[in-house]
Structure formats: C-alpha cells, structure tokens
C-alpha cells in the first residue's frame, strides 16, 4: 500500500523556473513531512521539513506548502539552478509503536536546463 | 565524524551466495535504520535499532536477511542465498533517539549497491 504518493515522476525546468513537487498522503498519523534530495550515487539528504501545524516553511529558494485538510503537500524551488538537478523525495513520518518510521514517496527527477 | 559510512559500496554475487553489508553510523547516533532502494523508487523501511536492540523489521525483511548491530554502534545486514529479486541499494540511516533536539532528521549513507546474477 502506497501511503505517500508522488508526482511528477519527472520534471524538466529551464534555469530560472519554478519547480513544484506535489505529494498526497493518506495516513493522519504522519505527524512531519520531510524532503530529501538525492544526487546520483549519494543516499538521499534533508533538504527541508514541515509539521502539520503550519501550512508553508520557507528555507532559501525552497518552500514547502501543506494543506492539511486536502492531505497534500508540495515542495516549491524557486530561481531554479543545474545544480538542483537531481531526484527529489516527500515523505512522512509516523509513530510506529515505539519507533518513527519513515515512509518515502515514488521520487521526482528534477532536471534544470542551462 | 564524517557522516554515515557504508561498505562495500558496490557487490556483485552469484545467486545463492551469501552477502554481509556494514554501517557506521553518526557517533552520537543511538538509532540506526536499514532501508532499500530499487530503481526508480524512493527507499523503503526495512530494520531499525536502538542502540543494540532492533526494535522493528518490516515484513520486507524476509528469513533470508538478519540484521545485528551487537555493541550499539556499527551494525551489520546479511541476505542468505541471494536471489535476484534482492537487488537494489541498501540504504543505512542514523538519527538521534526520540525527545533529543534534530530526532525527526535521518542522515543517509551513499548506501550499498547489491547486484545479484
């Protein structure tokens, strides 16, 4: 069962854009939501999270937006740059008896055009 | 500390045999996470510790594989008789234990790439 699921499940921006990732979930347990970013051979890497009781952080060009009534969340970067090209992850955190389990969406392959 | 190290990086076996996968956490770390990855898929939860006890296995983590981290600091994933299916990266993870500042944040290793012929 996918709890998190993810789209686009590729992306292709000019230098400049704006890229936007959106993920849904299911679960109401999850109680964060983290993204990572993953460049190929590396393991994936926290690039900014939230907490469902606010509905936009913003780190930089990174913003993530949450709706929590519609259980979806989207991660935004703005200005983009080559160097953004990579996969991206959403995913969610939940309590899992005595353990925090994370749950990764599908992935979105972000490629940023010079 | 220079993060989490993985070894080896990259293995290559014939189906049946065995293989042994190694992490080093984060020093400071008391949880230690397995994961794997296919491609084209974001990482799924397979094993976690807590110091040295593992406290909770996916039901992806199937008889053939174990998991031991024996003196709460590096740890260990061993597949018996490897079959294809089981190839993809192995992905550990580190974070500090519940209640502790930076909890919620899991740091990656560049994972272990298993191809099994």
């Known amino acids: 069962q996918q709890q998190v699921k993810q789209s686009p499940q590729s992306l292709i921006v000019q230098k400049g854009g704006i890229s936007i990732i959106n993920c849904a979930y299911e679960?109401?347990?999850?109680?964060?939501f983290p993204w990572y970013q993953q460049f190929p051979g590396k393991g994936p890497a926290l690039l900014i999270a939230?907490?469902?009781?606010?509905s936009e952080k913003k780190e930089g060009r990174f913003t993530i937006s949450f709706n929590k009534s519609a259980k979806q969340f989207s991660l935004h970067i703005m200005d983009s740059q080559p160097g953004d090209s990579a996969t991206y992850f959403c995913?969610?955190?939940?309590?899992?008896?005595?353990?925090?389990?994370?749950?990764f969406g599908s992935g979105t392959q972000l490629t940023v055009l010079p | 500390d220079t993060g989490v190290s993985q070894d080896p990086r990259h293995k290559i076996t014939k189906r049946g045999q065995n293989v042994t996968f190694r992490c080093d956490p984060i020093?400071?770390?008391?949880?230690l996470y397995w994961y794997r990855q296919t491609l084209g898929q974001g990482p799924e939860f397979l094993t976690y510790?807590?110091?040295?006890?593992?406290?909770?296995k996916s039901r992806l983590l199937s008889d053939r594989f174990s998991a031991e981290r024996p003196k709460g600091s590096f740890s260990t994933l061993e597949i018996q008789r490897t079959e294809q299916g089981d190839s993809a990266m192995y992905l550990c993870?580190?974070?500090?234990?519940?209640?502790?500042?930076?909890?919620?944040?899991?740091?990656f290793g560049a994972g272990s790439r298993l191809t099994v012929l």
């Open positions: 679960n109401t347990a999850f109680d964060y």
């Open positions: 510790f807590q110091n040295e006890a593992q406290l909770e």
């Open positions: 993870a580190s974070s500090l234990a519940p209640g502790q500042h930076g909890a919620n944040v899991l740091t």
């Open positions: 995913a969610a955190l939940r309590p899992s008896g005595s353990a925090r389990q994370l749950t």
């Open positions: 939230i907490r469902p009781d606010v």
């Open positions: 020093s400071e770390h008391n949880r």
